[in-house]
């Protein structure tokens, strides 16, 4: 981490600025050797104008605003500089290349944030944060990253680490040092109540979790059914777009076509397949096969049925294939049906599909209260969690066999370890500080 890093900060394409960022023990004076203004006396967060020059020369490169960053209060905790330039891409190059020419080595990608990172300036489930912020497509994920950025993983997860290390102190406590008569010995009767808390609160946690993946990444959604049911229709008309060949021939979608629409928070990621029936088409065989594979993978399945004939054979096999799943049944073509049935009834053709808004609404209406709450939303954070549950219940049925205390230790040191590393930090150190701090020992 000795080296001086440089990027190019903003997306390579034309426009009003470009920012190329430079962190590191070096980054002032690099600049500095590049820039025909004093930096090296300037104050923390100041911007200064100025012209960027080829160093030993009176060249003129471009016309720049120079903001400066000294450590430790930067994002990534060392001096930085960030150079606003003119936004074309020729001359963002050339500036990043002088910079570099001065003693600057290509950042990797993720590395500023790896800095910040390491010094302590943000925590892993920070970082993630940032990127989530970068890719959020939506205000619901917006307002997630947001919460991830100012820390909210680490406010959610502090109460239970803290919980558990005391756990571990006392346990630790009552092995070495037997002698110490004033520290309370734990047993199972008052380790098992502590654990069955804690080991609630992270089941709280992870349902909301789900949540929060269902809000961040969206519902993969597919729409089955028979040929000629409306499907290809139903998917134009969601995506309010023609784009799906709509024919009164059966057996007109082969592949799957895929779009996505966001309704009140919640993305859906639509795929409409090929009609579902026997036939000895080689190639309608084959999108048949991905419209199983579509149903397999799918977290809701919308079964479209036509509302303007009686059930058949098919119908009824598509309905108990999907069975399992978490599907809404739609009868389409309403136009024509003559008897209304029990469900939601649409008519694709004339775009006439609110009555499925309003029950896919209200399916996943739920999910977003949780997105101004801190939650884990993504698998790295859910896979720890779990993991730590895993290790606690284990602990919990050991202690319950009978077993002392200091045997499950090991599993609730385990389980302290995971939910450290969702914040990128797991240090044995941490318990010792503990064990001192309150504990007042090896004096
Ligand atoms: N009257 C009426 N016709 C509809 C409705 N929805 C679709 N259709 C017609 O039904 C026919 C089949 O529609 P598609 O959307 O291609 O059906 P599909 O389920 O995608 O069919 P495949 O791709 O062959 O499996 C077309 O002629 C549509 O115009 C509706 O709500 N009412
Ligand atoms: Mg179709």
Redesign the pocket.
């Given at each position: 981490m000795n080296d001086t890093i440089a990027a190019i900060a903003t997306p390579l394409a034309e426009g009003a600025i470009s920012i190329i960022r430079v962190s590191g023990e070096q980054a002032i004076s690099i600049v500095q050797s590049l820039f025909d203004h004093d930096l090296f006396h300037r104050d923390a967060n100041t911007i200064t104008y100025g012209f960027i020059k080829k160093p030993n020369t009176n060249t003129c490169v471009d016309e720049v605003l120079v903001s400066l960053f000294r450590m430790p209060h930067s994002f990534t905790g060392e001096d930085v500089i960030e150079i606003n330039c003119h936004g074309g891409v020729f001359i963002t190059r050339e500036i990043l290349k002088l910079v570099l020419s001065q003693g600057a080595r290509l950042a990797r990608p993720g590395e500023f944030s790896e800095r910040a990172f390491l010094h302590g300036r943000i925590d892993l489930a920070q970082a993630e944060a940032v990127m989530d912020m970068v890719k959020a497509s939506d205000s619901t994920n917006a307002q997630m990253a947001i919460q991830g950025i100012r820390g909210s993983v680490q406010k959610l997860l502090k109460p239970l680490i803290e919980e558990i290390l005391n756990i571990i102190a006392v346990i630790e406590v009552n092995i070495d040092y037997p002698e110490y008569d004033d520290v309370e010995i734990m047993t199972t009767e008052t380790l098992l109540p502590s654990i069955e808390a804690w080991l609630k609160n992270i089941a709280m946690i992870l349902d909301k979790a789900e949540s929060g993946r269902i809000l961040k990444e969206g519902i993969k959604t597919a729409i089955i059914?028979?040929?000629?049911?409306?499907?290809?229709?139903?998917?134009?008309a969601l995506l309010e777009e023609e784009k799906?060949?709509?024919?009164?021939?059966?057996?007109?979608?082969?592949d799957i076509v895929e779009g996505s629409i966001h309704l009140g928070g919640i993305t859906l990621h639509l795929i409409?397949?090929?009609?579902i029936r026997k036939t000895d088409d080689v190639i309608e065989q084959m999108g048949i096969e991905r419209s199983q594979k579509a149903i397999d993978e799918a977290q809701l399945i919308l079964l479209?049925i036509d509302a303007?004939k009686e059930m058949d054979e098919q119908d009824h096999i598509l309905f108990e294939n999907t069975k399992h799943k978490n599907r809404l049944i739609v009868y389409?073509?309403?136009?024509?049906a003559d008897t209304s049935r029990d469900g939601i009834s649409?008519?694709?053709?004339?775009n006439?599909i609110d009555e499925l808004l309003s029950a896919l609404q209200k399916l996943y209406e739920h999910h977003q209260n949780v997105a101004n709450a801190p939650i884990l939303n993504n698998d790295r954070q859910i896979g720890l969690m779990r993991s730590a549950q895993k290790h606690m219940e284990q602990a919990k049925m050991a202690l319950l066999a009978g077993m002392e205390p200091n045997i499950v230790e090991l599993d609730i040191q385990e389980a302290y370890k995971n939910l450290k590393e969702i914040l990128g930090e797991y240090h044995r150190d941490d318990l010792l500080d503990t064990l001192f701090a309150n504990f007042c020992l090896g004096k």
């Open positions: 059914g028979k040929p000629n049911v409306g499907k290809s229709s139903l998917l134009n799906a060949i709509v024919t009164d021939i059966e057996g007109t979608t082969r409409d397949t090929a009609g479209i303007s389409n073509k309403s136009d024509l649409i008519c694709a053709a004339n006439e």
